[in-house]
Each structure stands twice: as C-alpha cells, then as structure tokens.
C-alpha cells in the first residue's frame, strides 16, 4: 500500500509539475509570482493570443518568431541588436562598438539590404543603402511588448525592401505604462541608465516620456591601433495613446543624438535625429476598420573625413480591413518621400548630392477559408520608385490546420529589392588618378528581384512543447555586382555597379520552446543554409562578387535556458555557435551569456550580467587586420519601479 | 463537478490528476488558436486571482468589519474553485495592512458567511445579480457584462486580450470600501453618479 502511495504520490507530483508548467507556458512567462506584480502589469499580461485585426501570429503562414518583452529583460541585452539575438532565425555579428551586420536568410554584411526594420510602423532603413545604421537605432526595451522577426520575404504587405525578412519593433502602449521605471547598468565594456514615467491624462488619454543615455566602450582591433572608438548617445521621447469606443489614436515621437570617437583608421562620427508618428485606427463596424498613419522622421549622420547625410523622410499610410463571411480584405495605400543632402568627402560621392526619392504602393490580400481547416491567403502590391518605375511583388499563402495542435504551411513569393542612392548613385575618387573614378556609379543598376519557396510546420505536440521548422528556397536574379567598366566609360572609371549577379539560397530554420518543469524553460533553435552565388554570362565583375557581399555562415544554433531558482532568484543561460564565415575565413565561435537575478522586492530588481564569458575576446565580422574583438564582459544593473 | 472528499487524501490527490490535465488541456499554446483559446481561461484565471489579492491593498474596510486586530481579511469565492486555490496559494505567508488572508470556496448557500471581499464568477449577470443581493459582503467583485448595475463595486472586463476592470464609486459608497485614488487610475472605468 505504502509503495502504491508513493507511486501514485510520484506520478500526481509529475503531472501537476506538467499542469503547472502549461499554465506557465503562456508568454509572457512571469518572472516574479502574479501577485508581487504591480496593478500595471497585471492589467499588461496578454491573456489570449487570438487578436482582432492582426492575424494571430500563431496562424500566419509565415516563419515568425516573437521575442517576448519578457526574454529581452531577461536576456541582459542593453542595445537593440544584442536582443535580436534572442531570434533564432535570424544572424547577428557584431563588427564594432556601435555597427552590427544583421540578416535574415543569408547576405549577411555591414551593407545588408534584404531586411526591413519598422519600430512601431516607422522604417528605419536608410534610402542611402537600403540598410540599417544599427547604431542610430536606440529603444527603450524595457518598453518593447514583442519583436517580430518574419524570416522570409514580406514584399506583399511591407513592400520592395522586405526580400529576406521583416523586423517589426512594437512597443507597448502608454496605457500599459503607468508608473515610473529607473535603470542603469555599469561594467567593464560601458553603462547606461534610462528612467521613464507614465500616466493617464484628465481626457482619458494615457502617456508616458522616456529618456535614455549610454556608453558603450571602445573595441580593440586585432591589429594593435586598429580598434574602434567608444560610443556614447542620448535619446528622449514620449508616447501618448487614447483610446475612444471606436477609436484609437497614437501618437509618438522621439529625439537622438549621439556620438562615436575617432580610433585607429576610424574617424569620428556624429549622429543625431528626430522623429514624430500619428496614428489613428478606427472600427466602422463588426466587419470593417481602417488605419491611417503618417510619420516624419529627420536623420544627420556625419563621418568626419568621409562624408556627411542629412535626411527628411515623411510616409503617408491607409489601410481598410473589410470582413465578408469567409474572407478578410485588406488593401490600402501609402506614400513616402524622402529628400536628402550629402556633403560628399574627398573619396566617397554621391551624386547628386541632394536627392528626392518617392515611394508610393498600392495593395490588397484576401485570407479566405477555402475548408474548415484550410484558409489561402493571395495579395499583390505594386510599388512605385523613382529609379525603375512599378514593381510587382505577388505572394500567395496556404495554411492546413492539421489538427488542433499542428499547422502546416506552405508559400509562394516574388519580392524585389528597388534600387537605393548607393547602387545607382555612388562614386568612388581614384587616389591614383583624381580625374577618374574607381567606382563610377550604376546607371543600369536594375532591381533584385527574388523568387521564394516555403514551407512551413509548426506544432505543439504537448502542451509544454512547441516546434517550427521551415524550409526555404529562394532564386535570385539581377543581385547587385561590381563590374570592370568599359573603356569608354563617361566620366572614366574602372568599376561600374550592375545587376548581373544570380544566385540561389536554400536552407532550414527549427526552433523549439519546452517548458521542462515550472519555472524552467527551454529553448533551442538552428538554422543550416547555403547561399550559392555566381554572375551572369555577361557579366565582367573580376572582384569574385566582393559586392554581392554575402558572407554567411553555414550554420548557426542556439540554446537558452531561463530557469526560476526560487521565487526570487533566476537564472538565465544563453549558449550560440556562429560557423565560420566563408569570406576572410573568420573562424566559428561558441559563445555563452548569462544572468542571475534578484528581485530583492516587488519594485526592485538588481542582476549580474555576463556576456561572451567563454573566450577573453572574439570577432564575429571582418576581414582579418580589420577586426574588432568583442571583449568577455561582467556587468551589474538595477531595475526600480515606483 | 469532482466531489472532493478531504477525509481521503489518495483520491483526493488522483481526482486532481485526473482533473488537471483536463482542466488545462491545451493551455499555454500560443501557437495554435484552438490551444490558445483553451489556454486562455488559466491564465486569465490566475491574472484575476492576483488582482484580487492586489484589491484588498487598495480598499479600505470600516472598522466593524474587524472583530478585532487579529481577524483576518476574508476573501470569499463562489463559482469558481480553481481561483479560490489560486488564491489560497498566494495568501500564503502574505499579509495586508498587518492582517492575514483568509480564502473561502462557497457555495452559493454559504453566501450569509460575511466576507471583506466577494468574488462571483460567471457571466450570468442574472444569477450574479442575486447571489450579490444574498450577501453582505463588502467590496464585491464579478465578471459580467453590466454587472456594475447590480451592485458590484469592480467588474472585471477583457479589454485588448488583457484582463482590466471597472469600478463603481457608488456601489463602493454604499458599501462604505473607500478605495485608493491608484486603483481607480488603473481601472479601465470609473463609473459615478447616475452611470
């Protein structure tokens, strides 16, 4: 009898060790019990993931991955692109103090340009080359409610710059931050602090201001004198949200400023913006909506001794989301237009150095239930640029539920990467021959264009365990490529940009979640691709594709865990290889992070920080003399609530 | 409804085994919209329990709900065993204003019993309405559409998938709860006068 009691003891111990852990299992894990929350943050949890307008993520046909605000606070991360890191599906190398190359599904480099990155609905990607300067991208994490990372063309619904892959940055709305919020952080490789508070207005409209400031140290190169300057940057903003029966008004703003010192061969660089967006959303009926958004945003970026850009950028949005039985409509409209004005240096020209570029689109997608279990989702986007006119980017979407607890999904894309200032308008001075050009332009640059494939399964077989696997096919044409000019070239230069290259990516995405006991989470996640390369018949590029610029590791994989020591104690645990880097053959690495923290009361948190701890130093990107070494760094931070 | 009977630990302990899995069959799911719509009662169940408990912080009692100054802070649950053990668990070695938690399961013929706070559960706003008109409990709690018009003083809604709540000044004044200037920046709603 005794030996059945324990028995059974044991087994009901394990199954409600399970229960429990389902019950945890939904984001966003609560790191301290519910009832030490503040009133805030318990009216914060998202309860249910089924959304209204947006499709749930859980259902779109997509490889997605969302980083909880949760995992970012956990993670220890203090920049943005040392959160990134937390999706497995994407690559992230860091090449110096402030500047990441950061990719979804190959080509990853300092110029990636397959990527499109939205912080709440504003693109943050440079005209100038269809890229991300990483380090005049700041955000008050503790603030962010979700990142999306959609691996995989989004051309369809966010236009000709989503070719790999979509970041979309949502922070969360003034309603949920009530209150006020202090952080800093100190160690050997720099500090920070950000404060921010919260409330509701007489009007009912909710709000909040941030401000922010950072220091991050200088790197070392691997060649002694070769390191790179110490960053230092500031940035404020507010957010205030109102929300009326059947309207809901956002508006936000942010300003910037910041600076990285000149070290080595690197010159002193000195940014700075602004930023406004308005957004309304309003529910005409049960069955319809509408979303208008309208965003200026102001950008100066000065390289001393290299070049200086000042960029206007204002977009215009609207979109209509219509209901019918077995349809949701969406289609709308959008304008952009950015002015710009370059002071050219001594060797790097644009020309011509002021430029005003025009984006406008049109789009519709309709998501039918074509079977209880089967819905199909078709939509086109015609999208205007100044430099090659309309592009067309199809994609077409189906989903099978396979059961309650497994979709499989399947996807069919062309998207197009429209050509940016740099593939058209950049010229490089001869040092040898001033009159001349190395690099004279691209007048018959043309855009990318890519083909993709996909199919998807995800599942969660057990209320504890959750998959994504992905498979992917993308055929390139017209990739951008340095070619040998022709002798008659006007005005004389050695290369011209073309758009003779072609290649072709394949590869797997998988990750997990397990939910091991309670308060013990795990997640793994790898991706194995191949980006194969190659030029045209035509083309003369001589410099083996240098400016194709794809330098991808064959292999990266990740593994985490969170684990709640007590309840008040966790421990978070990050491991991640990154194989070599086939171009200037940068060796693989391992790499592990982790924190412990303390939440010494419900309003205060104090935690030990460790970053890269298994090697004194290592590079992620670069050519070999040019490397920057990232440093094994402990810091400590604090967070207080009031 | 599993009959618990507490004079026998052994079945006790293999009706919850039994009841567990189904009770949270699917939960925590955010994959798949069936799992997740089965998931979401848990954890909107626990989100509700732990307001619940933050509510006796933020009210304020009359003095002759306490029989002295070792009488507990009572909470009284009806409709709803899985938050009153919830509930149970978070009042455990916690106390508010000096005072200890007291958690009670009732059924709805133990409504006479008095309790400083009273949880109904359900969205029958009819059959709330009367279980709240039973009890003489002081500050009142429901999750029904409405319920703030008969006699509630909070009521919990969903709002943008997040669990908020609206609160009625009157319903607290004629309850003689005063409750805290920042519960009511919380709430979703304050409702006064005629509303």
Not at chain 1, 98 to 115: P, T, V
Not at chain 2, 143 to 157: A, K, P, W, Y
């Amino acid at each position: 009898m005794s030996s059945f009691s324990l028995f059974a003891r044991a087994g009901v111990a394990l199954l409600s060790c399970a229960c429990a852990a389902q019950a945890h299992a939904q984001p966003p894990e609560p790191a301290v019990p519910l009832a030490d929350f503040s009133l805030e943050q318990l009216s914060d949890i998202v309860v249910s993931s089924v959304s209204r307008q947006d499709e749930p993520l859980g259902r779109a046909a997509a490889s997605v991955y969302v980083i909880q605000g949760a995992e970012i606070a956990r993670s220890g991360a203090t920049t943005l692109p040392e959160a990134l890191r937390l999706a497995p599906n994407l690559q992230v190398a860091r090449i110096d103090t402030g500047a990441y190359a950061i990719s979804a599904r190959g080509f990853l480099s300092s110029l990636s340009n397959k990527l499109l990155v939205m912080i709440d609905g504003r693109s943050v990607y440079s005209p100038l080359f269809s890229g991300v300067f990483w380090e005049m991208q700041d955000v008050a994490l503790e603030d962010v409610e979700r990142i999306e990372v959609i691996s995989g063309p989004g051309g369809t619904a966010w236009g000709t710059n989503a070719v790999n892959g979509v970041i979309n940055i949502i922070t969360r709305s003034a309603a949920d931050t009530h209150g006020g919020y202090a952080a800093a952080h100190a160690g050997a490789a720099g500090k920070g602090a950000s404060v921010r508070y919260g409330g509701q207005l007489d009007g009912g409209a909710h709000w909040r201001a941030y401000a922010r400031g950072q220091d991050i140290d200088a790197l070392d190169g691997d060649v002694a004198r070769l390191g790179s300057g110490g960053l230092r940057r500031q940035q404020a903003g507010f957010r205030v949200d109102w929300d009326a029966e059947a309207t809901d008004v956002t508006v936000s703003g942010d300003v910037h400023d910041g600076r990285q010192r000149a070290r080595g061969v690197q010159t002193r660089t000195d940014t700075s913006g602004a930023n406004l967006l308005g957004r309304i959303e309003h529910r005409i009926d049960a069955r319809q909506s509408v979303r208008l958004q309208a965003w200026l945003d102001h950008s100066r970026r000065d390289q001393s001794g290299i070049g200086a850009q000042r960029l206007d950028t204002v977009d215009l949005e609207a979109q209509h989301l219509l209901r019918l039985d077995r349809h949701a409509l969406t289609w709308g409209a959008g304008y952009r237009h950015s002015r710009d004005r370059i002071d050219n240096g001594p060797l790097l020209r644009f020309t011509p150095a002021h430029r005003s570029l025009r984006w406008s689109h049109l789009f519709v997608q309709d998501e039918v239930n074509l079977a209880q279990d089967v819905r199909a989702s078709a939509g086109v986007r015609v999208e205007h640029n100044v430099y090659t006119g309309s592009e067309v980017l199809p994609s077409l979407r189906l989903a099978w539920d396979v059961d309650e607890r497994a979709m499989l999904w399947a996807a069919l894309s062309r998207t197009v990467r429209a050509p940016s200032r740099i593939d058209r308008d950049f010229y490089v001075i001869d040092p040898l021959r001033p009159d001349a050009f190395l690099v004279g332009g691209g007048l018959d640059a043309v855009a990318e264009t890519a083909r993709v494939a996909e199919l998807g399964y995800r599942a969660q077989p057990t209320p504890a365990l959750s998959w994504s696997a992905t498979v992917f096919y993308t055929d390139f044409e017209r990739l951008r490529t340095l070619e040998r000019a022709a002798d008659d070239q006007a005005p004389p230069a050695t290369y011209v940009l073309a758009s003779l290259g072609k290649g072709a990516l394949r590869g797997v995405e998988v990750w997990a979640n397990w939910q091991a006991a309670r308060g013990w989470r795990l997640h793994a996640g790898a991706v194995l691709q191949d980006v194969d390369v190659g030029r045209e018949p035509a083309s003369r590029d001589n410099t083996g594709l240098s400016f194709l610029a794809g330098n991808d590791p064959r292999l990266t994989w990740s593994v985490r865990s969170a684990h709640d020591l007590g309840p008040r104690l966790r421990a978070d645990l990050a491991l991640r290889y990154v194989a070599g880097l086939p171009q200037a053959a940068l060796p693989s690495y391992h790499e592990l992070d982790a924190r412990l923290a303390w939440q010494v009361h419900p309003d205060l948190e104090i935690a030990l920080v460790g970053r890269n701890l298994l090697h004194p130093r290592h590079a992620e990107f670069g050519t070999a003399g040019s490397r920057q070494l990232i440093e094994r760094t402990v810091f400590a931070s604090a967070v207080l609530r009031f | 409804m599993t009959i618990i009977q507490p004079d026998c630990p052994q079945r006790r302990l293999a009706c919850r085994a039994l009841a567990l899995p189904l009770m949270l069959a699917g939960v925590g799911a955010p994959l798949l919209p069936l799992a997740a719509q089965a998931a979401a009662p848990a954890l909107e169940r626990r989100v509700k329990a732990a307001f619940l408990y933050k509510f006796l912080g933020y009210a304020e009692f009359p003095p002759q709900s306490f029989a002295d100054a070792a009488t507990p802070l009572s909470i009284g649950v009806v409709g709803a065993d899985d938050m009153a053990a919830e509930l149970t668990r978070i009042a455990t070695g916690r106390m508010v204003a000096g005072r200890t938690i007291a958690v009670r399961a009732l059924r709805e013929q133990d409504l006479e019993q008095p309790v400083h706070l009273l949880f109904v559960a359900g969205e029958d706003a009819a059959r709330t309405a009367r279980l709240l008109r039973a009890s003489p409990a002081w500050l009142t709690v429901t999750e029904c559409e409405g319920c703030l018009q008969h006699g509630s003083v909070i009521n919990f809604t969903i709002v943008d998938e997040r669990v908020r709540f609206d609160v009625s000044l009157d319903a607290a004044e004629k309850k003689n709860v005063k409750l805290s200037s920042r519960l009511l920046t919380v709430a979703n709603r304050v409702q006064k006068g005629a509303s």
